[in-house]
């Protein structure tokens, strides 16, 4: 059985290190917010604004327990998923976890790309959003490392993606 869950940061590349990683191990690939927004019918910054954060954190924590259902996929959660109740617990009983570690400043330089997408970024600017992203890290890090494994700083995803596929083959969680 083979669940594979990247947690980590806005914009440290859970999504496309985690299509990447579905298609070498043939499993699907689960990204929560594109399935929250497909579900809801709402882009992730509507859902913030109609019904504020504390409603989508719910949405969040409802979004994992049908995943035991499942036997194989990776999933890209979103970066405040793990940081929740008892979701990063849950994520770790679910499958073996992985944490893709970055430093604030790549962080923000890969953010500034798409800071309009995300609801809690709208509005900084690019020294405002160094400081949140330190902040904001420092406080979820703690979640993050709770991770099986705590990958991806100063790597390129084609190692990170060997180094999850070597991690995986002596565990099979069942
Ligand atoms: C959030 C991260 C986003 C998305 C929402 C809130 C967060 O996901 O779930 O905007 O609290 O860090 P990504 O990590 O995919 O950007």
Redesign the pocket.
Known sequence: MERVILV?????G??TLGRKLASKLNVAFID??SDIEKRYQQS?GEL?TRYGESH?REI?RQFIEPLYDETAFVL??????PCFGQNMEMLNELGTTFYLERSPKELVHRLVQSKT????LAGLSEDELLSYVEN?LAEREPYYHLADFTLGRDEQNAETIQKILHHLSPLQKS
């Open positions: 980590g940061f806005m914009g440290c859970k999504s929560s917010d992730i913030f989508f969040e890209a959660t979103g970066g405040g998923m997408k995300r609801p809690l904001k």
